[in-house]
């Protein structure tokens, strides 16, 4: 069965940092490109970023590039993404999915909610 | 903004049918896969549609698409109550280099 489990949310300072680690399981992890998926509260998905099954690619949002980074390590199936310069902006839900070439995403971890405030 | 619009809401009695429509450009929809995603309340996504009509297994044959030039459409029958969600088109962008999702639709079974 595949899982997706995002950890890492919680309430951070407008301009500060956190990191986002995304465990996969009940699939061959490194074959698959994996995204990163945000929800601000109220409102529709946007998509963030992408990386390759090996992580020698990634693809970035313009809201979030320079500022966000997409990373895995394939030998602990975990997907990574690194937030610094928070925004008020960046307040969402973010999901992990599993990605396939065609560009679709089947499978979505339950989310783990970022709270960017003073 | 989305580059991809959809109605913002449906709705249709029970057992009834209700279409959403996803409209795009040729720099997405037009040269592109789309997918459709529904979200119950309070939940995560799920994939609906995959390469404009194909249904992932475990997804009944009461949800289809269709896709004809720069536009998209999902197509719900036999309209049940568990079918109240948001629900979303998707396709990879080639100008912006990125993924985009439609605006999302709301659907309510009267």
């Known amino acids: 069965e595949v899982q997706l489990l995002e950890s890492g949310g919680g309430l951070v300072q407008p301009g500060g940092s956190l990191r986002l680690p995304c465990a996969a399981s009940?699939?061959?992890?490194?074959?698959?490109?994996m995204s990163w998926v945000r929800q601000a509260p109220g409102k529709g998905l946007e998509w963030v970023s992408a990386i390759s099954g090996s992580g020698g690619s990634t693809n970035y949002a313009d809201s979030v590039k320079g500022r966000f980074t997409i990373s895995r390590d394939n030998s602990k199936n975990t997907l990574y993404l690194q937030m610094n310069s928070l925004r008020a902006e960046d307040t969402a839900v973010y999901y992990c999915?599993?990605?396939?070439?065609?560009?679709?995403?089947?499978?979505w971890g339950q989310g783990t909610l970022v709270t960017v405030s003073s | 903004q989305s580059v991809l619009t959809q109605p913002p809401s449906v709705s249709a009695a029970p057992g009834q049918k209700v279409t959403i429509s996803c409209s795009g450009s040729?720099?997405?929809?037009?040269?592109?896969?789309v997918s459709w995603y529904q979200q119950l309340p309070g939940t995560a996504p799920k994939l609906l549609i995959y390469e404009n009509n194909k249904r992932p297994s475990g997804i009944p044959d009461r949800f289809s698409g269709s896709k004809s030039g720069t536009s998209a459409t999902l197509g719900i029958t036999g309209l049940q109550t568990g079918d109240e969600a948001d629900y979303y088109c998707g396709t990879w962008d080639s100008s912006l280099n990125a993924y985009v999702f439609g605006t999302g639709t709301k659907v309510t079974v009267l």
């Open positions: 009940g699939f061959t992890f490194n074959i698959y490109p």
């Open positions: 999915a599993r990605t396939v070439r065609g560009w679709y995403f089947d499978y």
């Open positions: 040729s720099s997405n929809i037009g040269n592109n896969y």
